[in-house]
Every structure is written in structure tokens, then in C-alpha cells.
């Protein structure tokens, strides 16, 4: 780890990564120049934000300028901030580097190449829905008919659709519902699982019972299905909306969780150390929730991050049956569903979501792997 | 002779054993199955006893960390096993535990101030500044460098790791502490640090210590008495250098002369003990012992050993006592 | 007591050093030592002192990397095992040199009966067949005091006690009759009486196989009944040898002297136990000189800077020690030191 580095490296204050490329750290190079062009384009889109900062907009966009804004800035912050710590870098506290586990955790991760790079791409993915605003060209909603069906070109980036709908935009705005319910509904369901699993594995007998049959119940019936079933009788109320279906996605996605932990838990209440806390006196809450969970926690970090993408999938499967998130809003299940009637005329309109829906995916896949062999002790660095 | 501190009469913890759809009970692994002893205030009772034999569980469910099956503890004139709620977590302040394993003993996310500190915080003792100055002086008397609070586990050695664990059973100044093999996984050198600090320990705050191990070296070295346990029984109890110069019971002979001495060319007469120890969940009828006891193999056993009932306890001398029906009742 | 046999197997200055985060870790840095001819050499030392090390670095088991092969021979039948190839090691390994290990519950796979595992063995090296295998086996089974051997052949690990396993381990290790024995902690994880089961059980075919036992243990008690020779281990380097008879009653080494005052007595009862201070020293960052001289009471200018060499202080008795080798260590009083 050398305190000097080479001129090249100077190379990143133009273009964050530019300098962790040229001095030969190509993954890192790469993921970050994906944010970094991201930024470059958004910069571009400066005039729209402040067009739509100072005119007051529908009640739907009043706060996502501003996000798109305070994000902009945090993440020029960031990356030109990581370009400058690869031109200087600031003195290594060896003792402290040895000892703490978050910088044990981060080195493990970083040997894992492709976990590297799913990580810069989940890191794009969240910057390219956080700024959608300032790189969309268009309104995702705005329909005029005239410009229907186009295909790609310097008009219209990716085309539009059977309503002359910008599709670069929508695929953009869709990023934003897609990336926000895979969190949303992973937070929901990593809560629930985790707080369920703890309380089963801990206290055992009736209850532990209880919630296990329960959720062996739901394990044993098809999500889909589940999912129809659910929002049927829910939509047949006449409610529909994206709230529904991230509280449905989360309410049908904790059972992994809840099994995990409490397998983790069974183990854990069987250490010294939970034993020496209930010799002190602890109250059971205390020792769930000081003692046993914060030691349960790494494997349910990667489960969840390995759900988001699949839970992105179930919602575009759910938007491709026409049963997710109501139009006009855009998200990719729901673009790849429009698109469907044109595939032979219009095969744009499917192709560009259904990449992004694949891209997403992978990225989260490939991310939580990473996680996984880092969490994981026993690959840890012998010693 | 005055009131113990604590007084264990006819302990029993048995453990289920479930089988089938319906987790029907369908017998009883008798981990500890009647076992009586006293401790005094400031004294050390060793227990001794091979793996499975119940020392362990002993210890535990005095602490109420396994739930007893029959039998009274008495500690401080009060009946542990009926107390709830306040006056239990009162008694938690006096009674502790130290574990044998460094590792699984201590939280590995909670740095030292938090582990130590907890307990005070928990009771309401101290806390903020206060806190940290009881937590710095207790690491001090252990031997730890107080600057050292805001360590993980990890960053220290076994040795020092025992230490944390003897810091967090001190924190609230306890009048009882049960040493659960708590230098077994140590280095003779670190062994003897650690055994040095308990006796220090003891001076210092009159501390009673119940020392469960199945090394009869340190057991000798650190009890006032000891205590012999098979099958979750105790077979024989006398003071320290009784025990170990006269000892009555023929398992505690074998144990006995089991140890290697570290004397080259010290070769002993060897009691040579045949076979394992039996399955604690059917244990053999008569005496317990009676199919490895090497009496009843040279033929002066009696019938009682092998189908009678489990012999009964009986004063060899004085403070020494014994449960086999080869041994006459003495004075 | 000398042998006057040539040593079957002689370490010189071996070195295994281990890649690892922070740095090179020196776990075996210079070890010589000699096994003779149906002798017994026990190795003591705490944990980390390198003794398990040596011994897979002689059975070639060490993976590389994250091991480093950092020099150093070791002399089996004047060939140097260093330099064998994996093919030519496979072919001593269980067969010449055998090796039973601490944890009996881990060291057998649970998924074959033990006559299988056992059988392995004679069938890999000897090419026996699987009956004249399963024979074998039988044989090796009631050797090691296993009753009724036909019946147990055929069990499976988890239906046998800790002990019943460590004799299957050892009935293992000797069913090539192999010339030399290491055993890593053998008797650690069993009780006292089984304990002494195994040790005799050990000294009694060594009588009948004559084969040569390295014996690695931490508890000097075991030590002094199995062993013919003694090697003390400290940080990566043997610090004492002697036979055991010499090494108990006129042990030299500081490092010896205080691990000797800090076990208890079974028959004398001390009122406190002398205790070397302070902690055994990372092997990432061993000290200059003497590594022991951090702990030691008579560490002096020289011990900082040259590292002692094992030297003859009575025949066969080897000290590295500079205090030694002056003659001022008479009387080591560990209460001078510092802690640090």
C-alpha cells in the first residue's frame, strides 16, 4: 500500500474512475465511470430541474426535483471525493485495520471481482432512479398520439410507444417504482422475517410451532398464486395501488427470512455468552434484541440483497398480467406488458425494459453474492 | 458450624427425551439426580467428574439457567428456585457464572465497555461516566489496561478474553461465583495466571466459589473441599487433602491414579478403569458404577451393587462421605 | 541415556512460514529435533508454539499457499522428505509415517463404517483386497483392545464413544505398520480414564510394532509417562531438548522452568502458583534476539540482539539460551519481570 501514487491517478479529478482506470484498477474504473457518466448526463438536464423547482408542479413531482437535487450533489461529493482518495491517499491506520471487522468485511468483498461490480451497479441503478428527473427528456405520461410507434433515434432515444409515450423517460420513471418496491417490499419482508424467526427460535415450544407452521403453510403455496389470490380479493374492494402491492410483497416474501434466522437463533441461545446475560439478569427483549439478533444479522443482509432482484421480478411479472401497479404509471413489468401486442412491429417497447428488469437483477445477484463470501467467517482471511 | 451461603439438597435436573409426530415424552436423560452439597462464605468446593457426568448441568441450574427438576437451593437463607421477578433479579447480582470457552462466552459484536458495563448499566448501578469508571477499575484489577474498553473480543488473546469474562462476573460484586471449566481451554501458563487472579479474587471480596473441572490438579490447587461426580451423582465429598490422600470411593481412586503425574519413571499401581462411561439416559441398575468398578471385577463386590438400589451416602470420617456399599459407615 | 542408534527422522531447521493479511507468519522458524528407532520424543509447547505445524509439515500436509515452504530439511531414511514430490509423499504418508489427530469425532468420516476406513488404507498401499481388507481390519480393531471386533467392523463413527474412536483412529494409523507414529494431541479431548486407556494401549504396541512415536501434547503430565525424549517448543523454535528423565529433574531452559512452576501439583499443594508473565508472542512479530526474553527474567542487553543457538549443556541436552550458556541461570525468579 504505497503513500505516493502515480500521476496518472490525477486523471480522476476530470472523471471519477478515469484514474482508478488508467492506474490499472479496471473494475473499479469502470463502476465508477457508470456513475460518473451518469452525473455528466445529468448535468445536462440542470435546466429542466430548475425549470420544474420554480413552477409549481402536480402534487405527484413536488418533492422529486428536490430529491433528484440533494442526490446530484451527494453524489458528485462522493465520487469526485473517491477520485481524490485514489490521487492521494490518506495515511493507512494499520493497527486500526487489522482490528476493525467493517474494514475486515470490506476487504473480503473486495476480492470478490464480480461482487465489486454488482456493487457500482446497484450503486448506477439507485443514482439513475434518484436523478431520473434531471435525465429524462420527456414526461413519462405525456401521450401525443402523433409520435406513436417510432423507433429509436435522436428524436426519441429508444422510441415511444402506442401513445406516442417517450420510452427512454418511462424506462427511467419505471426505475424509480421497480427499484423502489424491490426495497420497499425486501425492508417489509427482511422485518418481518427477522422479527418472527428471532421470537420462534427463541423462545421454542408452542410458539416457535405456531409461526413455523404458518410458515411452512405459505412456503408450501406458489408466491404467484398467492400474490393472485390476494390482490384479487383486494382489488375487487376497488383499492389498487403501489402500496398495496409493495405491503403484498413484503407480507408474501418473509418466510426465507423468518427461517433463516431462526436457525441462526436455535444456535445462537445455545452460546456462553447469551447464557452469561441471563445470569446478569437481562430481561428476554434485552437478550433477543442486544445479544442474539445483531449475531443473526449477516445472513439475512445477503438473503435480502439477493431478494430485491427477485422481488423486482415478481413485480414486473404481476405488471405484465396486468395485476401490479395501475396505469399509467411506469414501471418495467408494466412497459414490457405494453409492449407485448407490438413485439413484431415495435419490439423496442419490450426490449429496453426487459433489459433494464434483467440488468437490475443480476446486478443485485451478483452484489449479494459478494456479500455472502465476505459475511461469510469461514472464507475470511486465514487468521 | 454457621448457616452456608448456599445449600443444594437432592438437585435433580432431568431432561426430556421426546420421540415422534407428537413429541410424547418417552423418558428422562437424570442429568442430575439428587445431588446435595453446602458451600461455606469464602470457600471453594471443587466438582470433579468425567464428560456427561452432571457438573456442568449443576452449575447451571443452580443459576436458574436450566429449569431444575426437584430438589432446594438455599442461597442466603432464600429458596432460589420459588423466587420471581425483583427479588430473582436481585439474586441474579449474587450468584454468576464464568464459562469455559473464551470465544462463545463473549459477544462478539459488543465492544468490552459494553459487555462488562451491561450488567451495572441493566441494574441501574451506574451509568455514563460513572459507568466507565467502574468498568476501567474492574478491568485494572483483572489485568486488563482500561484503554482497552472499546476492543472487540476478537482483538484479545484467550487468557485475556477469561479475564473479560471474570471482569463481567465481577461487575456485580457478586457473593457466589460458579467456575464452569473456566481454565480448561488455557495454557498452563495463562492457567495459572487465571487461577492466581481467582484466588486473589476470593481474598479480596470473600468470594464463594463452586470450581466445576475435570482437571484434579487445579481442583486440588484451588478447592477448600471436593466434590466427585458420576452419572449425575456425587459419589464422594470430603475436604481437599483427605480426598486426595485417602480417598474412600473406588471411582475416586481411579480418577485418582489416572492422572499422569509429570515425574518420568513415577509409574504407579494404576486403578485401570475398563469401558466408557454408560449412557446417562439407561443407566446401569444397583450402583452406577458397578460395571466398571474395579472392585466389583476382583470379586469382593456385593450383591446389592449390581441389582440393589443406588447406595446410599455415609460419613467415612469426618467431613468425608461416600455413596458405594462396599464402604462401612466410620465415625 | 544416549541412543546409539542412528535417528530415523531428523528435522534441520525446518521452516514453514503461513502468507496471511498482516504480514508472513512465522509458525515454525528453525525446528531440529531427531526421532530414534522405537523411542518415543514427546514435543511440548502452548498453543501456537508451532509443534502442530512441524508435524504436518513432515507428513507434507500443509497447503501452499497460503504455507510457504521457507527451508530446512527433513531426514527420513537419508532422503529429504522436503523435496518429494506429491506422488512420493502420498506413498509414505499412512504408510511409513501415520498420524492420528485430536478431535476423534472429526477425524473419521461419518458416512463409512470404520472397518471401511480402516481397510482404505492396506488396500491403497498394499493393494490388499476388499476382503483380505475387511480381515485386516478385524485384526487392527481387536489389536487395539476393540471388543468383539467382528460386530464393531461394521459400525458406523457416531455409534462408538470418544475413546472407542480414538483406538479406531490409532488402528488407522497402524494397519501399514508404518515406522513412525505422530500423534497431534491424542488423548486431549478424552477424560482422564480413558485417557490413561489410550496412552497404555499406545506404549503397549509400540512394544509389539516398534515403531517410533512423535507425541505432541501441551500437558507435561502426559508427557513424562509416554516419552523417551522431550523437545520444548517456544515461538516457532525448539528452546530445550533432552531426554525426559533429565528434562524433569534439572530442566535449564527459563521458558521450561516456568511452565514446570506453573502447573499445580497433584501431591504438594502450593499456596500460589508461579505464573510466567505476559503472553506468548504473535507469530507475525516475533521479537528480536531471544524470542523469549520479552517474558524472561534474565534477559540482558545480548538476548535482544543475537538469537541463541541450541547448545550442549550434558549429553544429548540441548538449551537455547544465552543465560544458559553464561551460567547465570541458577535461580529464575519470574516476579522480576515487568508485565508489559
Known amino acids: 500500500m504505497s503513500g505516493t501514487s502515480s500521476p496518472l491517478a490525477w486523471a480522476g479529478l476530470v472523471a471519477p474512475g478515469l484514474g482508478h482506470l488508467l492506474t490499472g484498477r479496471k473494475i473499479h474504473g469502470v463502476g465508477l465511470l457508470l456513475s460518473t457518466s451518469l452525473v455528466f448526463m445529468g448535468a445536462a438536464g440542470f435546466p429542466r430541474l430548475l425549470e420544474r423547482l420554480a413552477a409549481p408542479g402536480g402534487p405527484d413531482f413536488a418533492i422529486h426535483p428536490y430529491v433528484a437535487l440533494l442526490s446530484y450533489l451527494a453524489a458528485v461529493i462522493l465520487l469526485w471525493w473517491q477520485a481524490l482518495r485514489l490521487a492521494r491517499p490518506p495515511a493507512i491506520d494499520a493497527e486500526k485495520l487489522k482490528t476493525s471487522q467493517l474494514a475486515q468485511i470490506t476487504k473480503q468483498f473486495q476480492r470478490n471481482r464480480t461482487g465489486v461490480f454488482g456493487m457500482y451497479l446497484v450503486f448506477a441503478l439507485i443514482l439513475m432512479a434518484l436523478l431520473t428527473p434531471m435525465l429524462a427528456p420527456h414526461d413519462p405520461d405525456q401521450i401525443d398520439v402523433g409520435d406513436k410507434l417510432l423507433g429509436p433515434g435522436t428524436a426519441f432515444l429508444l422510441g415511444t410507444d402506442e401513445f406516442g409515450r417517450d420510452l427512454y423517460s418511462r424506462v427511467l420513471y419505471g426505475a424509480r417504482i421497480s427499484l423502489s418496491i424491490g426495497f420497499v417490499a425486501v425492508g417489509l419482508a427482511g422485518t418481518i422475517g427477522t422479527l418472527l424467526g428471532a421470537i420462534s427460535g427463541y423462545f421454542g415450544g408452542f410458539i416457535d410451532k405456531l409461526i413455523m407452521w404458518f410458515t411452512d403453510l405459505l412456503l408450501s403455496l406458489p408466491r404467484l398464486v398467492l400474490l393472485l389470490a390476494i390482490i384479487g380479493i383486494v382489488s375487487a374492494a376497488g383499492a389498487q395501488t403501489i402500496f398495496l402491492i409493495v405491503v403484498i410483497l413484503g407480507l408474501t416474501g418473509w418466510m426465507g427470512v423468518a427461517r433463516i434466522v431462526r436457525s441462526q437463533v436455535l444456535s445462537l441461545k445455545e452460546q456462553d455468552f447469551v447464557a452469561a446475560a441471563h445470569a446478569v439478569g437481562l430481561s428476554n427483549q434485552r437478550i433477543l434484541l442486544r445479544h442474539i439478533v445483531p449475531n443473526a444479522l449477516a445472513p439475512v443482509i445477503v438473503y435480502v440483497s439477493l431478494a430485491i432482484g427477485s422481488t423486482i421480478l415478481v413485480e414486473a411479472s404481476l405488471s405484465f398480467l396486468g395485476l401490479g401497479v395501475p396505469p399509467p404509471t411506469a414501471t418495467w413489468g408494466a412497459i414490457v406488458n405494453d409492449g407485448r401486442e407490438y413485439l413484431r412491429s415495435a419490439w423496442w417497447i419490450t426490449l429496453f425494459p426487459g433489459l433494464m428488469i434483467v440488468l437490475a437483477v443480476m446486478s443485485f445477484n451478483l452484489f449479494g453474492d459478494g456479500l455472502r463470501d465476505a459475511l461469510d467467517p469461514k472464507l475470511r482471511g486465514r487468521g | 458450624m454457621s448457616e452456608s451461603l448456599l445449600q443444594v439438597n437432592d438437585l435433580k435436573t432431568w431432561f426430556p427425551m421426546k420421540k415422534g409426530l407428537m413429541s410424547r415424552v418417552v423418558g428422562h436423560v437424570k442429568a442430575v439426580d439428587g445431588v446435595s452439597f453446602e458451600i461455606g462464605a469464602g470457600e471453594t468446593l471443587g466438582l470433579v467428574g468425567e464428560s456427561g457426568c452432571g457438573k456442568t448441568t449443576v452449575g447451571r441450574t443452580l443459576l436458574r439457567l436450566i429449569p431444575a427438576t426437584g430438589g432446594t437451593v438455599r442461597f442466603d437463607g432464600k429458596n432460589v428456585f420459588d423466587l420471581k421477578g425483583d427479588p430473582l433479579r436481585a439474586l441474579r447480582r449474587d450468584m454468576q457464572i464464568i464459562f469455559q470457552d473464551p470465544y462463545s462466552s463473549l459477544n462478539p459484536r459488543m465492544d468490552v465497555r459494553s459487555i462488562i458495563g451491561e450488567a451495572l448499566q441493566v441494574h441501574g448501578i451506574a451509568k455514563g461516566q460513572e459507568l466507565e469508571d467502574r468498568v476501567a477499575a474492574l478491568m485494572t484489577r483483572v489485568g486488563l489496561l482500561a484503554e482497552h474498553m472499546r476492543r472487540y473480543p476478537h482483538e484479545f488473546s484467550g487468557g485475556q478474553r477469561q479475564r473479560i469474562g471474570i471482569a463481567r462476573a465481577l461487575a456485580l460484586e457478586p457473593k457466589f461465583i460458579v467456575c464452569d471449566e473456566a481454565v480448561s481451554a488455557l495454557d498452563v501458563s495463562v492457567q495459572a495466571q487465571i487461577l492466581n487472579l481467582l484466588e486473589d479474587l476470593q481474598q479480596e471480596f470473600g468470594i464463594s466459589y463452586l470450581f466445576i473441572s475435570h482437571d484434579l490438579s487445579v481442583v486440588r490447587h484451588i478447592s477448600d473441599r471436593v466434590a466427585v461426580m458420576y452419572l449425575g451423582r456425587i459419589v464422594e465429598l470430603a475436604d481437599v487433602d483427605e480426598l486426595f490422600d485417602n480417598p474412600s470411593h473406588p471411582y475416586t481412586r481411579a480418577l485418582l491414579s489416572a492422572i499422569p503425574v509429570p515425574r518420568p519413571g513415577a509409574k504407579k499401581d494404576r486403578v485401570q478403569l475398563d469401558g466408557d462411561v454408560p449412557n446417562p439416559i439407561d443407566p446401569p441398575t444397583g450402583c452406577h458404577f458397578h460395571p466398571r468398578c474395579p472392585m466389583v471385577k476382583a470379586g469382593e463386590g456385593v450383591p446389592e451393587c449390581s441389582t440393589g438400589a443406588c447406595p446410599e451416602t455415609v460419613t467415612v470420617g469426618p467431613n468425608h462421605f461416600a455413596a458405594c456399599h462396599l464402604i462401612q459407615p466410620g465415625t | ?340
Request: hydrophobic letters at 35%; charged letters at 25%; aromatic letters at 6%.
Open chain 3, 1 to 340: 541415556m544416549s541412543s546409539s542408534s542412528e535417528p530415523l527422522l531428523r528435522l534441520e531447521n525446518l521452516r514453514t512460514h503461513f502468507k496471511m493479511e498482516g504480514g508472513i507468519a512465522k509458525a515454525v522458524d528453525g525446528v531440529n529435533y531427531s526421532i530414534f528407532p522405537k523411542k518415543t520424543l514427546a514435543v511440548v509447547g502452548e498453543s501456537g508454539c508451532g509443534k502442530s505445524v512441524t508435524a504436518m509439515s513432515i507428513m507434507g500436509l500443509i497447503p501452499c499457499p497460503p504455507g510457504i515452504k521457507a527451508g530446512g530439511k527433513i531426514w527420513y531414511r537419508d532422503q529429504d522428505l522436503r523435496t518429494y514430490s506429491d506422488d512420493q509423499l502420498r506413498k509414505i504418508r499412512g504408510n511409513e509415517i501415520a498420524m492420528i489427530f485430536q478431535e476423534p469425532m472429526t477425524s473419521l468420516n461419518p458416512v463409512y463404517t470404520v472397518g471401511d476406513q480402516i481397510g482404505e488404507a492396506v488396500r491403497l498401499h498394499q493393494g490388499m483386497s476388499r476382503k483380505d481388507a475387511h480381515d485386516k481390519a478385524i485384526e487392527m480393531l481387536a489389536k487395539v483392545g476393540i471388543p468383539s471386533p467382528e460386530k464393531r467392523v461394521d459400525e458406523y463413527p457416531h455409534q462408538m464413544s470418544g475413546g472407542m474412536r480414538q483406538r479406531v483412529m490409532i488402528a488407522m494409523a497402524l494397519s501399514c505398520d508404518p515406522e513412525v507414529l505422530i500423534a497431534d494431541e491424542p488423548t486431549t479431548a478424552l477424560d482422564v480414564t480413558i485417557q490413561a486407556q489410550i496412552l497404555d494401549l499406545m506404549t503397549e504396541l509400540q512394544d509389539t510394532t516398534g515403531a517410533s512415536i512423535l507425541f505432541i501434547t501441551h500437558d507435561l503430565g502426559v508427557v513424562a509417562e509416554v516419552s523417551d525424549h522431550v523437545a520444548v517448543m517456544y515461538a516457532g523454535k525448539v528452546v530445550e531438548y533432552a531426554d525426559a528423565k533429565t528434562l524433569y529433574e534439572s530442566p535449564q531452559h527459563p521458558y521450561t522452568v516456568g511452565l514446570f512452576r506453573s502447573i499445580p501439583d497433584l501431591y504438594v499443594r502450593q499456596k500460589q502458583l508461579q505464573t510466567i508473565p505476559g503472553v506468548v508472542p504473535s507469530p507475525l512479530d516475533f521479537p528480536s534476539g531471544c524470542r523469549f526474553r520479552n517474558r524472561c527474567p534474565l534477559a540482558d542487553g545480548r538476548c535482544g540482539q543475537e538469537e541463541p543457538l541450541l547448545r550442549n549443556v550434558g549429553e544429548g541436552h540441548t538449551v537455547a539460551c544465552h543465560a544458559v550458556e553464561e551460567g547465570r541461570a541458577a535461580d529464575v525468579d519470574f516476579s522480576t519481570v515487568s508485565e508489559v
